[in-house]
């Protein structure tokens, strides 16, 4: 992966949008929970309030990920449609003849059957490609060949 900012399709903008605001309304009602530190307790007592507060810290630092990533998304402007690269989606043909459409993800984030990253044995062949050219990858069933379709559409006919 490079160092500049990645694009990301439409619907795994969307779904970061959705986790984003999951996290952000899981964090208000874990930080609502917590007392104030004068209130005496037992031992279990500061333990959960203890493991709340690392809660809280583990959500505040994906909800900075999250934030950081739309934000380099929105910068890096919309995936190309030329070739194929971080945030692309594409269509490709296998050699039994199915065609499958996919997101090309920098990570991993988003559970999305149609979202595979870039450092994937397909996902890396795909890189720099364009309409018509053929691929081919190491999978489990062995080298495994396919060709790039088209860019530039959206799986299952998402926007």
């Known amino acids: 992966m490079t160092s500049e900012p990645e694009p990301i399709s439409e619907a795994a903008r969307q779904a970061l949008e959705k986790e984003l605001a999951e996290a952000r309304a899981e964090r208000s009602s874990v930080a609502a929970t917590l007392r104030d530190g004068d209130t005496t307790g037992d031992r279990a007592d500061e333990a959960d309030q203890l493991r709340r507060a690392d809660e809280l810290d583990r959500l505040d630092a994906r909800i900075s990920e999250i934030t950081t990533r739309l934000r380099q998304a929105a910068d890096a402007g919309r995936p190309s449609t030329d070739v194929v690269g971080v945030g692309s989606t594409v269509t490709v043909r296998f050699e039994d003849g199915t065609e499958e459409t996919f997101q090309i993800g920098a990570l991993a984030d988003v559970v999305d059957?149609?979202?595979?990253?870039?450092?994937?044995?397909?996902?890396?062949?795909?890189?720099?490609?364009?309409?018509?050219?053929?691929?081919?990858?190491?999978?489990?069933?062995?080298?495994?060949?396919?060709?790039?379709?088209?860019?530039g559409g959206a799986p299952d006919g998402q926007g």
Do not use: N
Request: glycine share 10%; hydrophobic share 40%; charged share 15%.
């Open 113 to 151: 059957p149609t979202l595979i990253t870039a450092d994937s044995p397909l996902g890396q062949a795909l890189l720099g490609r364009r309409a018509g050219d053929s691929v081919s990858y190491r999978a489990p069933e062995g080298q495994l060949t396919a060709v790039v379709v088209s860019l």
